[in-house]
């Protein structure tokens, strides 16, 4: 399926830990122009009823359809659920628990009253299993529904070792890695590269709230100061810059986070000013790279 050339698709909204006011800050953030939407079924954090609801309320007033979106939700194991509210049978085998876990998520994301027509556009696997066995039963579970209600599949809170194991003894290749983007794995440098070779996108999460000295470094606030813009939406540019879709779950930021972006955008595409981007986003690079190689050295 094609997906609009938007600004809006480099960066998905996260809805995790948004509760009550789910619906409608999705609705707000897809009319204020994110056009991706980030879930999962894990009631524990995410309530995904209440993002099909605000999909759907930002449908009826739209001249976008479903097809011009991008919904992206998870299946989560056992150990990371409320053993209390569950999408599934507990007792039943990992197998089991996707398939039930994606079809609650269809009927949570449908689109309208005829459940058929519901599909997903990226499931993600929460995170890996405790063992690597049971990591590629849930995996093949979720490649089964591919291609028709599932269009692709991705994996979050991963290794570079598991990522790798997974491509290379599956037939349906994850297309989609969500990662806690911070110091303590050295900013995922070579699951990143290995992302890079092999087409799939690499999400950021804890982009601004995992880094704060990289939002007030120096060269966020050349940034910042250049473009007039805030310093998370600086920060948010530069690891775009990098190849990287951030997940943004702002809640008092959403028209003018974009506002900005779209500023950004404006301002790196102008004369000199792209040269300028491109050193900025190469020292940013290459601060990472000196930082995690410190922080590795004097681990050992």
Not at 140 to 164: E, R
Not at 194 to 217: A, H, K, M
Not at 280 to 289: E, Q, S, W
Request: charged share 20%; with cysteine.
């Amino acid at each position: 399926m094609s997906k609009p050339k938007n600004i809006t698709l480099k960066m998905l909204y996260g809805t995790a830990w948004k509760k009550e006011r789910t619906a409608s800050l999705v609705q707000q953030a897809l009319q204020a122009g994110f056009l991706a939407i980030d879930t999962a079924a894990q009631p524990k954090h995410y309530q995904e009823h209440l993002v099909g609801n605000g999909v759907n309320s930002f449908l009826s007033t739209s001249k976008l359809t479903r097809q011009d979106l991008y919904l992206q939700t998870k299946y989560t194991s056992f150990n990371g659920q409320d053993p209390n509210n569950l999408p599934y049978d507990p007792s039943t085998s990992i197998s089991e628990q996707v398939k039930a876990s994606v079809a609650s998520s269809l009927h949570n994301l449908r689109h309208n009253e005829n459940a058929e027509e519901s599909y997903i556009d990226c499931l993600v696997l929460h995170s890996p299993l405790p063992t690597i066995k049971q990591t590629m039963e849930a995996w093949d579970a979720m490649s089964a529904f591919v291609p028709t209600k599932v269009h692709s599949l991705g994996i979050s809170n991963t290794s570079l070792p598991i990522l790798q194991h997974i491509w290379s003894n599956s037939t349906v290749k994850p297309t989609v890695v969500q990662n806690r983007f911070y110091a303590a794995t050295g900013w995922d440098i070579a699951l990143r590269e290995f992302c890079s070779d092999n087409s799939i996108v690499y999400q950021s999460f804890w982009t601004l709230t995992g880094n704060p000295e990289l939002l007030d470094s120096q060269l966020v606030k050349v940034v910042v100061k250049q473009v007039g813009v805030s310093a998370e939406v600086a920060l948010y540019s530069l690891v775009q810059g990098l190849g990287i879709t951030p997940i943004n779950g702002t809640t008092s930021h959403i028209e003018s986070d974009l506002a900005e972006l779209s500023k950004m955008e404006q301002w790196k595409t102008q004369g000199r000013n792209v040269e300028t981007w491109e050193k900025c986003v190469k020292t940013l690079d290459g601060i990472l790279r000196q930082w995690a190689y410190s922080l590795e050295h004097r681990a050992r």
